[in-house]
Antibody, heavy 118, light 108 residues
Framework: QVQLVESGGGVVQPGRSLRLYCGGSGFTFSSFGMHWIRQAPGKGLEWMAF????????HFAKSVKDRFTISRDNSKNTVYLQLNSLRAEDTAVYYCARDGANRDVDYWGLGTLVTVSS | QSVLTQPPSASGTPGQRVTISCSGSSSNIGSNPVAWYQQLPGAAPKLLMF???QRPSGVPDRFSGSKSGTSVSLAISGLQSEDEADYYC?????????FGGGTKLTVL
């Protein structure tokens, strides 16, 4: 079965950086685009970034495109989200999710919590 | 301010039928299929509907979706207590994936 497992979250000071990881299993990882989506405490879902299956094309939300970077290593079945210049408002659970075959996002991980605080 | 617009809350009694709306524009709902997600308390979102009105395997047929122009609706019939959750619509808008603000469904 499809599984996505995020890691790398934690408490980080404002202005610092953090790298999130998402490992995929149960499917041919290199054949699927991958997303990162976040959810601030008590708030709704906010899409962050998307990367094509081969990593050649990336899309970002306007709110983070100058600070966050998405990448992937298909040999390790892993997608990454590099968070730079973190702010308090970046505090959220970060989910990775698989791009589905029907122009949707079909599978989600359980998320990893990032807390930006001094 | 979310690109897709949903009512913040909805409610119903067990057995009732409730509908959640989601409105957008020609660049998102008007030209792309819509997905719906169910997020139970404390859990990750789960795909509930794709392609406007298609249910993934395992989703009860009490859930149905429809689309008209730049709006979509999610209907839940025979409401059950376990349907109490947050519901989100989503679609591509050019090269960005956009969500509705979410609707909190309460089963009275």
């Amino acid at each position: 079965q499809v599984q996505l497992v995020e890691s790398g979250g934690g408490v980080v000071q404002p202005g610092r950086s953090l790298r999130l990881y998402c490992g995929g299993s149960g499917f041919t990882f290199s054949s699927f685009g991958m997303h990162w989506i976040r959810q601030a405490p008590g708030k709704g879902l906010e899409w962050m970034a998307f990367i094509w299956p081969d990593g050649s094309i990336k899309h970002f939300a306007k709110s983070v495109k100058d600070r966050f970077t998405i990448s992937r290593d298909n040999s390790k079945n892993t997608v990454y989200l590099q968070l730079n210049s973190l702010r308090a408002e970046d505090t959220a659970v970060y989910y990775c999710a698989r791009d589905g075959a029907n122009r949707d996002v079909d599978y989600w991980g359980l998320g990893t919590l990032v807390t930006v605080s001094s | 301010q979310s690109v897709l617009t949903q009512p913040p809350s909805a409610s119903g009694t067990p057995g009732q039928r409730v509908t959640i709306s989601c409105s957008g524009s020609s660049s998102n709902i008007g030209s792309n299929p819509v997905a719906w997600y169910q997020q139970l308390p404390g859990a990750a979102p789960k795909l509930l509907m794709f392609g406007n009105d298609q249910r993934p395997s395992g989703v009860p047929d009490r859930f149905s979706g429809s689309k008209s122009g730049t709006s979509v609706s999610l209907a839940i019939s025979g409401l059950q207590s376990e349907d109490e959750a947050d519901y989100y619509c989503a679609a591509w808008d050019g090269s960005v994936w956009v969500f509705g603000g979410g609707t909190k469904l309460t089963v009275l």
